[in-house]
């Protein structure tokens, strides 16, 4: 939440983070950063259950995973130790008999507040494929063996960019409910706060393993909640736009009207439920020839809307997963940051578009905290 | 690159082996734990480790010995794009 109206879109690069600052009009926009430069910044959150706090997963080429915290949106940055990483008077033993951890960190890749009713909690998704869990705000980690540990776990391939564990929703509505998304694995669901996991893949075809219709082995990009019907569930695979109306028990491919449903990103409005956004692309070059478009869904009438009027954006633009955010305001803000630097934003809904003028490293991720509507 | 973590960048060490050079320098500048080595105690992909010249993957690699006169040089390899 928060409490002095400015809307920030937090930018993770190539080389570095950014805060982007508007007022609730969301007309004009200051960039600070970047925090980090040279590093890539998965994704950056912030917490609405703490005013200020943000938290940003950086991937140093030269020192490997760093996680960050700052308690002032992004103004000052402190280290925080990442899972097994924790700065102790002497290197720490990874495990209690001396092993090594089963799944060191290649990088960290998604960071997600806990509940409202847990409010030091804290979710970190990384690759390969682990999901870790603070209740101290970040300073120490627990695994959530339930999934680390699954009995599906040697069966999990990664996709191109690794073995990744790239979302992680809390149902809003019942918050013992929790998915995750891993490429290439699939979606994952729990209804008991974290403890036990199963894979929620019913219907979601693959195109890339010998049986077409695994119960998991995916390759999910992104998958968005709609905040005020939870049970409805949205994602984008390699293979296809899918929606879930039963809270993923089963999968419905909506995405074949369009010309391709192949893309990275999705994300939701608290301002617009029945509603979602994606950025198709062509799975081989991972552009659009001819430009790239924001197409929204309408469940209403089951439909399929070009947002972008007249001529798409030209040139050779893609997105990266966390690449499309929304605010919580109303009418919705739409956030779209490119693997060409550009960030492109929209303060109705999608309804027209104008661009930060700044250009940024390649972007990784985009995420908001804005007040409520 | 290393000064935002261990801000001396010559030092001398009676650690005996490689591996004891690199405790005794994450012991006095923690924040350099995990940044020359990750978590399973390997040496990370960009960090080259010389003894007298020659790179330790070539010698004994964490279990190289080392003498009172050796010298020793911890650096980056070049990474861009």
Redesign the interface.
């Known amino acids: 939440m928060v409490k002095n109206g400015a809307v920030r879109v937090f930018v993770g690069t190539r080389k570095g983070g950014y805060v982007v600052e508007g007022d609730r009009r969301r007309t004009k926009w200051s960039v600070k950063g970047p925090f980090q430069p040279g590093r890539d910044v998965f994704h950056i959150a912030a917490d609405p259950r703490q005013e200020g706090a943000v938290y940003a997963a950086v991937n140093s080429g030269f020192f490997g995973p760093m996680l960050l915290r700052s308690t002032d949106w992004g103004s000052k940055w402190s280290e925080i130790p990442p899972p097994m990483m924790t700065v102790m008077a002497k290197r720490p033993k990874p495990n209690p008999d001396g092993t090594p951890p089963s799944h060191p960190i290649v990088n960290l890749w998604h960071l997600e507040p806990g509940p409202a009713n847990e409010p030091k909690s804290l979710y970190l998704g990384v690759d390969p494929a682990s999901l870790y869990r603070s209740d101290d705000r970040g300073n120490s980690w627990e695994s959530v063996t339930g999934l680390n540990e699954h009995e599906t776990r040697p069966k999990w391939n990664p996709g191109a960019g690794g073995l990744c564990l790239h979302t992680v929703l809390i149902d809003p509505s019942k918050p013992s409910r929790r998915y995750v998304g891993i490429s290439a694995a699939g979606t994952f669901k729990s209804d008991d706060g974290g403890e036990h996991w199963r894979p929620a893949n019913r219907g979601v075809k693959v195109s890339f393993l010998p049986d077409p219709d695994p119960p998991f082995g995916q390759c999910v990009h992104k998958v968005a909640l709609d905040p005020l019907r939870p049970e409805t569930v949205y994602r984008q695979d390699h293979d296809g736009i899918y929606i879930s109306r039963d809270a993923m028990e089963s999968w419905t491919r909506i995405g074949k009207p369009l010309d391709t449903d192949f893309g990275f990103v999705v994300a939701t409005a608290p301002a617009l439920p029945g509603t979602a956004f994606f950025v198709p692309l062509q799975g081989e070059s991972r552009t659009m020839k001819g430009g790239v478009q924001v197409y929204r869904w309408t469940e209403k009438d089951r439909k399929w809307t070009p947002m972008v009027k007249g001529q798409p954006w030209r040139g050779d633009i893609g997105t990266h997963r966390e690449g499309l955010a929304a605010d919580a305001l109303d009418p919705a803000g739409l956030y779209l940051g490119t693997t060409t630097g550009e960030l492109f934003f929209s303060n109705d809904a999608a309804k027209s578009w104008g661009q930060v003028p700044y250009h940024f490293p390649g972007i990784h991720s985009v995420s908001v905290a804005s007040p409520a509507a | 690159?290393l000064k935002e973590?261990a801000p001396k960048l010559k030092l001398s060490t009676e650690a005996a082996t490689v591996e004891g050079l690199l405790?005794d320098l994450?012991?006095r500048y923690?924040?350099l734990?995990?940044?020359l080595r990750?978590?399973?105690?390997r040496v990370?992909p960009?960090?080259r480790v010389f003894v007298n010249g020659e790179e330790i993957g070539d010698l004994a690699g964490l279990a190289t010995p080392l003498g009172a006169s050796d010298s020793i040089d911890i650096l980056?390899s070049i990474?861009g794009g």
Do not use: A, C, L, W
């Open positions: 690159m973590f405790d994450e012991s923690p924040r734990r995990f940044r990750d978590e399973t105690g990370r960009f960090v980056h990474q």
